[in-house]
């Protein structure tokens, strides 16, 4: 287990645990993914895995119905309750922790199978969240995630709240953009030699909604770093009229048919040393 006397990105992730808890009302559009998921990792009765960044607990859930003996970490404490409820309404067992990617309270080789929907991503340093999963898989257990592609628009959400946000602090550790998980160079160069038979494959995540402008607002609603940054900008009217514009501009090139449409890559690996 990792563990830190000084995390530089403490600030950071107490704000995410407080702006992220808005996201539960909206998680059930990432249940048909979380299916995908599941069956793109192969999980089968009988196996252990892990959830990282569970959130609303989906992919626990949805892991625990196939019969696997599942566990789900959050930094929320609130999604962390909603994984509960969905949990007992569902009827399996599953073992939440409130906890860290960067610091996974497990010992080693604890899992068979290590899971992440879009986030593990926002783990400020990936090298510290790619060693803390590896570390508690298994030899030959399965890592597999989806992320959001940078090209695509969940991944130019990242490129485009940057640019409204304050200024980073001179000289600060800077977090890693979320998008740079959605690139499969980079992910081969964050595993590098420590797996084998890695491998991609993308989908589309279809969010229903009335028109771009409600899906701007519920985004704002949902989104945690969105979210955080609409409210840094309440004093900014002109600025944030700018974001919702080009946020709503954004919007439009990926909705079609009442509804917006969301590319992601899903990865798999086998841990190989």
């Not at 990282?52 to 930094?75: F, I, P, Q």
């Not at 640019?163 to 690139?183: F, I, K, L, V």
Request: charged share 25%.
């Amino acid at each position: 287990m990792t563990t830190a006397l000084a995390d530089p990105f403490a600030r950071l992730k107490a704000s995410e645990r407080e702006h992220w808890a808005s996201f539960a009302g909206a998680a059930i559009f990432s249940t048909e993914p979380a299916a995908k998921l599941v069956k793109f990792a192969q999980v089968s009765p009988g196996q252990r895995v892990l959830d990282v960044a569970c959130g609303t607990g989906v992919v626990a859930v949805t892991a625990a119905r196939r019969g696997a003996k599942v566990s789900g970490l959050d930094l929320s404490p609130d999604l962390l309750q909603r994984a509960r409820e969905n949990a007992v309404t569902a009827g399996v067992d599953i073992d939440f922790l409130e906890g860290d990617a960067e610091a996974l309270p497990y010992p080693d080789a604890s899992f068979n199978i290590v899971l992440s929907q879009f986030g593990h991503i926002f783990a400020p340093r990936p090298e510290l969240a790619v060693r803390e999963m590896l570390r508690v898989l298994k030899l030959g257990g399965r890592l597999v995630f989806s992320a959001w592609p940078p090209e695509h628009f969940g991944g130019r959400q990242f490129e485009f709240m940057a640019r409204y946000a304050p200024p980073p602090t001179a000289g600060a550790e800077q977090p890693a953009s979320p998008a740079s998980w959605g690139d499969p160079n980079i992910i081969r160069q964050r595993l590098g030699g420590t797996v084998t038979n890695l491998f991609f494959e993308r989908d589309i995540m279809v969010v229903a909604s009335l028109s771009p402008q409600h899906t701007r607002i519920a985004q704002e609603k949902a989104i945690g770093p969105l979210a955080k940054l609409v409210a840094a900008l309440r004093t900014d009217p002109d600025k944030l009229a700018r974001l919702r514009r080009e946020y709503e501009e954004m919007i439009s090139e990926v909705f079609d048919d009442n509804a917006l449409h969301l590319h992601f890559i899903m990865a798999r690996a086998v841990k190989a040393r």
